[in-house]
């Protein structure tokens, strides 16, 4: 990883070798008076070889450094979809068991009670017992005797009790109904 001084460093010397090739190669194109070409100096050829593996090792350690960076910034990104993803799977395991205990409350005797009363006779029961309840034995009841229970009912209770139905089904609610 390079310092900031590096960094500096680096940029500097790549300007002084761009101007040190510059230099270098007007001679071997400049024309003396009589028409020849000057030899290049093997002593600067020399010198921007060494500069040049001296600066090797800056700029790659340079491109390691960014590709790192790329590296973390996407690792970064994977873990803020796993968040997510580890956010929803609870959302939908805290609805599964509130499913689960809302569909429990109707297990047992109350259904079978009920599934045997008269449509006109559960209909004032189940709507003085708490919404959540009604709803999760109307859903155990058979459809037609549900249907007409609810007919029973009066509209702002059956409303109710349907909306939770409703809901008890849609896997995208995770929020209490009440």
Wanted: proline share 6%; aromatic share 4%; net charge negative.
């Amino acid at each position: 990883m390079m310092k900031p001084n590096q960094t500096n460093f680096a940029r500097a010397a790549l300007r002084n070798v761009a101007a040190v090739l510059a230099i270098a190669t007007l001679p071997a194109f400049a024309q003396t008076a009589v028409g020849q070409q000057q030899p290049l100096e093997s002593a600067t050829e020399a010198e921007i070889r060494q500069f040049c593996t001296g600066i090797a090792d800056a700029a790659r350690d340079q491109r390691y450094l960014l590709q790192k960076q790329e590296l973390e910034k996407l690792q970064a990104d994977v873990d803020s979809r796993i968040a997510i993803l580890e956010q929803r799977r609870e959302e939908y395991e805290d609805w599964l068991g509130r499913r689960n205990e809302f569909m429990k409350q109707a297990e047992g005797q109350l259904v079978e009670i009920y599934k045997k009363m008269a449509p006109d006779a559960a209909a004032p029961q189940l709507e003085e017992t708490n919404v959540i309840l009604a709803a999760a034995i109307i859903m155990k009841l058979p459809p037609r005797q549900s249907s007409l229970i609810l007919t029973e009912m009066s509209p702002d209770k059956a409303a109710q009790v349907a909306s939770i139905m409703s809901s008890a089904g849609d896997p995208n609610t995770s929020k209490d109904p009440s």
